[in-house]
């Protein structure tokens, strides 16, 4: 049993770009990807038991639909995922393309909103070139939300419904919108922003091997995957920042939760009163010696917080 804000690895599976956990309340699993290796993954929170499904090409996020089954945005378009089909393989069907003029993108995280909608973004997989959009996909279809992005990472909603957060990785920026009843976005501005003087209240006394030598090269990390629990606060992964910050709804950071490993890229809320987090960590862009000070780089981990998340919303028009 984790403790507290104290991170544990529940599963060393040495993911190379490990992202977007989801939990799934009918099954008691976290669900996630492994985008470098094309792989699909699910976690059973309750015996520890996992599976391992692999995707038609590399796969950024996994979003549960309302009659069963997942959409997994890959870098060949959105695909339909039954776990259940081809004799338990899993069985995929292409949905849509979306950006087949542009090769070398793909699709990263992703995130379901209150009224069912599916949000996700693109990024050039060379991380060179603001290509990267964000989409909206409902019953209306596949629309560009917003655009300039080398490394898009989110979105999440607050718990009215009323903001959406979406981050600019490179940038180190958390930007927030106004977000309609109908899924229009309006008002971007920033929320948050990295590489800011830190308030004392958020000093730990926890310091991991090489985590001074990394922020040399990457300063606080780069803003990784966003979710917002059911106070408000926004949770952000760091890649390259050793933990999770966690942001009041007026911006103001609350808490860093470190980790043993330096690339945190998304957490989960998930447990039976959704206080227990789930975190997906990375060991690309680590070199052998730091592999070799990060052993758990790449694992699934998890903690305790005392504020509960928001339920897992699911796809409804699909």
Same mark, same amino acid.
């Given at each position: 049993?984790s403790q507290?804000f104290?991170p544990?690895?529940?599963?060393?599976l040495k993911?190379?770009l490990g992202e977007?956990p989801?939990? %799934?309340?009918?099954?008691?699993a976290?669900?996630?990807?492994?985008?470098?290796s %094309?792989r699909?993954?699910?976690y059973?929170?309750n015996?520890g038991?996992?599976?391992v499904f692999?995707?038609?090409?590399?796969?950024?996020f996994?979003? +549960?639909? =309302?009659?069963g089954g997942?959409?997994?945005?890959?870098?060949?378009?959105?695909f339909?995922?039954?776990?259940?089909?081809n004799n338990?393989?899993g069985?995929?069907e292409?949905l849509?393309?979306?950006? +087949?003029?542009l090769?070398n993108?793909?699709l990263?995280?992703g995130?379901?909103d209150?009224?069912?909608?599916l949000?996700?973004?693109s990024m050039?997989?060379d991380e060179n070139?603001?290509?990267?959009?964000?989409y909206r996909?409902?019953a209306r279809g596949?629309k @560009?939300m917003d655009?300039d992005?080398?490394?898009?990472?989110?979105?999440a909603?607050?718990? /009215?419904g009323?903001?959406?957060?979406h981050n600019?990785?490179l940038?180190?920026?958390?930007?927030?919108f /106004?977000?309609?009843?109908?899924g229009h976005l %309006?008002?971007?501005? @920033?929320?948050?922003q990295?590489?800011?003087p830190?308030?004392?209240?958020s000093a730990s006394?926890v310091c991991?091997a090489?985590e001074q030598a990394?922020q040399?090269?990457?300063?606080?990390?780069y803003?990784?995957? +966003?979710v917002?629990?059911?106070a408000?606060?926004?949770?952000?992964?760091?890649?390259f920042?050793w933990?999770?910050?966690?942001y009041a709804?007026?911006?103001r950071l609350?808490?860093?939760?470190?980790f043993?490993v %330096?690339?945190v890229?998304k957490?989960?809320f998930?447990?039976?009163?959704?206080?227990t987090v789930?975190a997906?960590?990375?060991?690309?862009?680590?070199?052998?010696e730091?592999?070799k000070? =990060?052993p758990?780089?790449?694992?699934l981990?998890?903690?305790?917080?005392?504020?509960?998340?928001q339920?897992q919303?699911?796809? =409804?028009? @699909?």
């Amino acid at each position: 049993m984790s403790q507290l804000f104290e991170p544990t690895c529940v599963w060393d599976l040495k993911a190379t770009l490990g992202e977007g956990p989801v939990w %799934s309340r009918k099954d008691h699993a976290i669900w996630f990807v492994d985008i470098k290796s %094309s792989r699909v993954y699910r976690y059973d929170v309750n015996i520890g038991s996992h599976q391992v499904f692999h995707a038609p090409s590399p796969c950024g996020f996994v979003a +549960p639909k =309302q009659r069963g089954g997942f959409i997994v945005g890959c870098k060949t378009g959105l695909f339909d995922f039954d776990p259940q089909g081809n004799n338990r393989q899993g069985h995929f069907e292409l949905l849509t393309h979306v950006e +087949p003029g542009l090769p070398n993108n793909r699709l990263n995280d992703g995130y379901v909103d209150h009224h069912g909608r599916l949000w996700f973004g693109s990024m050039d997989d060379d991380e060179n070139h603001p290509h990267g959009k964000l989409y909206r996909y409902d019953a209306r279809g596949l629309k @560009v939300m917003d655009d300039d992005y080398v490394i898009t990472n989110g979105p999440a909603v607050s718990p /009215d419904g009323k903001t959406l957060y979406h981050n600019d990785t490179l940038k180190k920026v958390i930007y927030a919108f /106004d977000l309609s009843h109908d899924g229009h976005l %309006s008002n971007k501005r @920033v929320f948050a922003q990295l590489d800011q003087p830190l308030p004392p209240e958020s000093a730990s006394p926890v310091c991991y091997a090489n985590e001074q030598a990394t922020q040399k090269d990457h300063g606080q990390g780069y803003m990784d995957g +966003p979710v917002v629990d059911s106070a408000g606060n926004v949770w952000n992964a760091l890649f390259f920042g050793w933990g999770v910050n966690c942001y009041a709804p007026d911006g103001r950071l609350l808490r860093r939760v470190r980790f043993p490993v %330096s690339n945190v890229t998304k957490i989960a809320f998930g447990g039976p009163d959704l206080k227990t987090v789930y975190a997906t960590t990375a060991a690309k862009g680590l070199s052998p010696e730091e592999l070799k000070k =990060q052993p758990l780089a790449g694992g699934l981990f998890r903690f305790d917080v005392d504020i509960p998340g928001q339920p897992q919303n699911e796809i =409804q028009h @699909v």
